[in-house]
């Protein structure tokens, strides 16, 4: 339903006062919600943050309540019918012979996938919801072990710490691969795969799981995990091209709607290593080089979650070192005269909320991601925290902001950490950052499911651009290409470094 209102303004006919309410509200909103960032990194008090919740859930209400209302007097609304659901034909008729769509359901006593094809549609009977979450736990907690940091570890536990997750990846994984794709493996030949995840499902990355259809052992001498017949752990995506989507009629909607869009006239904008601090040694024209030749640690990733401030009562977030590096390597495949380049102070909020961004068919943000698990629809993506005097300023662009944006993109990348992460594992499907991008235009959105290692996604960014750019493949298939490439350095060998990037939308 969003995909098909998607193409649709709203705002067109309605009461001026009607519009600038909802402007005003969402303004309300980013300023209350940039309070409490600031209110929880202090500590500040509990009847503080309280009344400031109350608040916010009360401007969240009332914002919602504007957009039904700009949406029952929108002339366009009224014209534009409900969508009847999909038929099964019309769904096949967007698959192509080397395509299979798989679509699952999980439920109380049983879950299923239905596998469908140009020509054909076939269910499987799969384990319960809560099996198959216990599963998912598992695989997930091993694969992103490590982006946990413990204060009171040597680097020696660490290393073990390490090593007992990425054997136990392995064996939690061949055995949620068994639950989820071996009724299916039949179906799956060498052919690019469509995820219509459900519940938990929706945060594991297909892409590191396996068809694995003999018992499994792992070895003695090697640690390696086998099948009784001999074979070696195989990764998905080294035989699959995958791609996920939000629902099997979604392709057919946004295919529909985005039919005959004028291409963007520009090739790339690269959002990237934005100002936090006033702190900041660009602040004094001192710019220091980013060392990237540093080691890479688990503190080097680009996810906020908790806050803290300095002591001039700014927030305290961290610069990340490798996304001026992604940035440049990124942009020297693109086509040199028609790219944006925007760094530092010239990375934020406003260049993000104008239009400048619609003139590009691709839009990279590298930077971090923040999380508000309690309201996702607050959850933002980082860009510069204060001006070129020093003085802070909005840099929080949001989800709410980010539906109302105009963005024909072929491909938006979220280079910033678990921004594909919604609210409720348990099946309210995505909520994040990515239905807000596909809602404003976007063809295809690649978000991450984990806390990302700062130089490995610039690894992964600089292949995906130039197999996009330079070798000329679709985004789906330069995503996948990128990911082998990885797979295969010893030093990103675990899919904790190239599997947390998924794709969402249109392979084509």
Same mark, same amino acid.
């Given at each position: 339903e969003l995909l098909n209102e998607s193409h649709v303004d709203?705002?067109?006919?309605?009461?001026?006062?009607?519009?600038?309410?909802?402007?005003?509200?969402?303004?309300?909103?980013?300023?209350?919600?940039?309070?409490?960032?600031? #209110?929880?990194?202090?500590?500040?008090? =509990? @009847?503080?943050?309280?009344?400031?919740?109350?608040?916010?859930?009360? /401007?969240? $209400? *009332?914002?919602?309540?504007?957009?039904?209302?700009?949406?029952?007097?929108?002339?366009?609304?009224?014209?534009?019918?409900?969508?009847?659901? #999909?038929?099964?034909?019309?769904?096949? =008729? @967007?698959?192509?012979?080397?395509?299979?769509?798989?679509?699952?359901? /999980?439920? $109380? *006593?049983?879950?299923?996938?239905?596998?469908?094809?140009?020509?054909?549609?076939?269910?499987?009977e799969l384990a319960k919801r809560d099996e198959i979450q216990a599963k998912v736990k598992q695989v997930y907690d091993a694969l992103t072990a490590r982006s946990v940091v413990k204060s009171i570890e040597t680097p020696a536990q660490r290393q073990d710490r390490i090593n007992e997750a990425d054997l136990l990846f392995q064996q939690s994984a061949a055995e949620l691969s068994k639950q989820v794709l071996d009724p299916v493996s039949s179906e799956l030949g060498n052919k690019r795969i469509v995820v219509v995840a459900d519940g938990a499902l929706q945060y594991i990355p297909f892409a590191a799981l396996s068809v694995v259809s003999s018992p499994l052992s792992v070895a003695k001498n090697t640690g390696q995990l086998t099948t009784d017949n001999g074979q070696k752990y195989r990764p998905l995506v080294l035989d699959h091209e995958l791609i996920t989507l939000p629902s099997a009629s979604a392709l057919a909607v946004q295919r529909r709607n985005l039919e005959n869009r004028t291409v963007a006239p520009r090739s790339l904008a690269v959002i990237a290593d934005p100002v936090f601090s006033s702190n900041d040694s660009r602040l004094t024209k001192t710019v220091k080089v980013?060392?990237?030749?540093?080691?890479?640690?688990?503190?080097?990733?680009?996810?906020?979650?908790?806050?803290?401030?300095?002591?001039?009562?700014?927030?305290?977030?961290?610069?990340?070192?490798?996304?001026?590096?992604?940035?440049?390597?990124?942009?020297?495949?693109?086509?040199?005269?028609?790219?944006?380049?925007?760094?530092?102070?010239?990375?934020?909020?406003?260049?993000?909320?104008?239009?400048?961004?619609?003139?590009?068919?691709?839009?990279?943000?590298?930077?971090?991601?923040?999380?508000?698990?309690?309201?996702?629809?607050?959850?933002?993506?980082?860009?510069?925290?204060?001006?070129?005097?020093?003085?802070?300023?909005?840099?929080?662009?949001?989800?709410?902001?980010?539906?109302?944006?105009?963005?024909?993109?072929?491909?938006?990348?979220?280079?910033?950490?678990?921004?594909?992460?919604?609210?409720?594992?348990?099946?309210?499907?995505?909520?994040?950052?990515?239905?807000?991008?596909?809602?404003?235009?976007?063809r295809r959105v690649t978000v991450s499911l984990w806390n990302v290692n700062d130089k490995a996604t610039a690894t992964l960014m600089t292949n995906l651009y130039a197999g996009i750019l330079k070798v000329r493949k679709t985004p789906a298939a330069a995503l996948r290409a990128a990911q082998i490439e990885m797979m295969r350095s010893k030093q990103w060998t675990s899919p904790y470094y190239w599997a947390a990037f998924v794709m969402q939308g249109d392979w084509k």
């Amino acid at each position: 339903e969003l995909l098909n209102e998607s193409h649709v303004d709203f705002r067109q006919g309605v009461e001026p006062d009607l519009v600038k309410r909802e402007r005003e509200i969402s303004q309300l909103l980013n300023a209350k919600a940039q309070r409490q960032i600031q #209110l929880t990194a202090r500590n500040g008090s =509990k @009847q503080e943050i309280d009344t400031l919740n109350k608040e916010i859930s009360a /401007l969240e $209400d *009332e914002y919602q309540q504007v957009q039904v209302a700009i949406r029952k007097a929108s002339p366009a609304y009224a014209a534009l019918t409900q969508p009847q659901p #999909l038929e099964l034909q019309d769904i096949q =008729k @967007q698959l192509d012979p080397n395509t299979v769509l798989l679509e699952y359901s /999980l439920g $109380d *006593e049983r879950s299923y996938v239905w596998a469908v094809t140009p020509n054909s549609l076939k269910s499987y009977e799969l384990a319960k919801r809560d099996e198959i979450q216990a599963k998912v736990k598992q695989v997930y907690d091993a694969l992103t072990a490590r982006s946990v940091v413990k204060s009171i570890e040597t680097p020696a536990q660490r290393q073990d710490r390490i090593n007992e997750a990425d054997l136990l990846f392995q064996q939690s994984a061949a055995e949620l691969s068994k639950q989820v794709l071996d009724p299916v493996s039949s179906e799956l030949g060498n052919k690019r795969i469509v995820v219509v995840a459900d519940g938990a499902l929706q945060y594991i990355p297909f892409a590191a799981l396996s068809v694995v259809s003999s018992p499994l052992s792992v070895a003695k001498n090697t640690g390696q995990l086998t099948t009784d017949n001999g074979q070696k752990y195989r990764p998905l995506v080294l035989d699959h091209e995958l791609i996920t989507l939000p629902s099997a009629s979604a392709l057919a909607v946004q295919r529909r709607n985005l039919e005959n869009r004028t291409v963007a006239p520009r090739s790339l904008a690269v959002i990237a290593d934005p100002v936090f601090s006033s702190n900041d040694s660009r602040l004094t024209k001192t710019v220091k080089v980013a060392d990237t030749n540093q080691e890479s640690t688990a503190d080097d990733t680009r996810i906020i979650e908790h806050l803290s401030t300095n002591s001039s009562g700014g927030l305290t977030i961290s610069r990340l070192p490798f996304t001026r590096q992604e940035a440049d390597q990124i942009l020297a495949v693109a086509p040199s005269a028609s790219n944006l380049k925007a760094v530092d102070f010239r990375a934020t909020r406003s260049l993000a909320m104008s239009d400048e961004l619609s003139k590009y068919r691709y839009v990279h943000f590298a930077t971090h991601g923040y999380l508000d698990s309690a309201r996702p629809d607050l959850s933002a993506i980082v860009l510069s925290l204060v001006d070129q005097q020093g003085k802070p300023q909005d840099g929080f662009l949001r989800s709410h902001d980010i539906f109302n944006l105009k963005l024909p993109a072929e491909l938006v990348v979220l280079s910033a950490c678990e921004t594909g992460l919604g609210k409720d594992v348990k099946g309210e499907g995505l909520v994040g950052l990515t239905r807000g991008f596909m809602y404003a235009g976007a063809r295809r959105v690649t978000v991450s499911l984990w806390n990302v290692n700062d130089k490995a996604t610039a690894t992964l960014m600089t292949n995906l651009y130039a197999g996009i750019l330079k070798v000329r493949k679709t985004p789906a298939a330069a995503l996948r290409a990128a990911q082998i490439e990885m797979m295969r350095s010893k030093q990103w060998t675990s899919p904790y470094y190239w599997a947390a990037f998924v794709m969402q939308g249109d392979w084509k």
